[in-house]
């Protein structure tokens, strides 16, 4: 008996703690270096370094960062296109994680865009998961993505956020690896998920919920299969996706949903 109340208590006490963790405020935000307005900034966000390419659900902008003029633009069908979400450069290509989000059973496809013309190339359709896709990323040779669940709605019965999935992925986006969050990111993300991931040049995972203003750095772990919380830094923007400049070394866009801006705050390296 003893014994079991001092496990209860212990539950308590992570409870308490996880709970204090999701209440506590945002640091204070990264500073602001370039804002860009674009009208489809409202789900994702990706650079080459001279362009910056503002995403929506069904429509895409690319503009120069050096002048802020819109230089192309691609508009898809809504019921081809219900959710598209962060996207990145890979070449000549614009590489998109794409969902039905929000309905349930959740599917998920990548699209693939020309990043001169933004012409749709073509659609990797991967069909049901472990969530809904809402991030991909290529680093070190590999493919990262992110499976998103809920807690409501577009989620599906008896999976949260707390399922929440990396996965590390080869060129035929075969899945080879994956790893959970830390449960202080999980509690962070509540009730919503993931929305942006982005490899760092030096090799450092970064990631942003769903609304808070603040992105979370995390490592692989050397055993087991649960990333590791490494900090937490205050951004500008509330969440959503987010691609590291791959010309300044510290420059991080992100997206201002409500002002549909693209973000370029300067994040302080450790």
């Known amino acids: 008996m003893r014994r079991k109340m001092v496990m209860l208590a212990m539950l308590g006490a992570a409870s308490a703690a996880m709970a204090q963790e999701a209440d506590a405020p945002s640091p204070p935000p990264s ?3 370039l804002r860009l307005p674009a009208p489809e900034a409202r789900q994702g966000v990706a650079s080459d ?9 069904d429509r895409i902008g690319k503009y120069v960062i050096a002048t802020g003029q819109r230089i192309a633009q691609w508009q898809g069908e809504r019921r081809l296109f219900p959710h598209m979400n962060s ?3 890979a070449g000549r290509e614009l590489v998109c994680a794409a969902s039905n989000y929000p309905a349930v059973p959740q599917t998920s496809a990548i699209e693939i865009f020309d990043t001169k013309t933004l ?6 359709s991967l069909g ?4 809904s896709l809402t991030v ?4 070190a040779g590999k493919w990262w993505a992110v499976y998103a669940n809920y807690a409501g709605k577009g989620g599906e019965p008896n999976r949260d956020y707390r399922y ?10 075969r899945q080879e690896a994956a790893w959970t969050f830390p449960q202080p990111v999980l509690a962070r993300f509540a009730p919503y998920s993931c929305s942006g991931a982005s490899w760092s040049a030096d090799g450092r995972l970064y990631v942003a919920g769903h609304d808070r203003p603040e992105i979370y750095e995390l490592a692989l772990p050397q055993a087991g299969s649960a990333l590791e919380w490494k900090r937490t ?6 969440g959503q996706a987010i691609d590291w400049d791959p010309k300044i070394a510290n420059r991080l866009w992100s997206v201002d949903r409500k002002a549909t801006a693209l973000v370029a705050s300067q994040i302080p390296l450790p």
Do not use: E, K, Q, W
Request: overall charge neutral.
């Open 119 to 124: 012409r749709h190339l073509r659609t990797v």
């Open 87 to 89: 996207c990145t450069v």
């Open 233 to 238: 830094i205050g951004i500008a923007s509330p």
């Open 128 to 131: 049901f998961g472990p969530g």
């Open 49 to 57: 370094g001279v362009h910056v390419y503002a995403i929506d659900n």
């Open 31 to 33: 500073p602001v270096t």
């Open 164 to 173: 929440t999935l990396l996965v590390r992925m080869d060129d035929a986006f």
């Open 136 to 139: 991909l990323d290529r680093h």
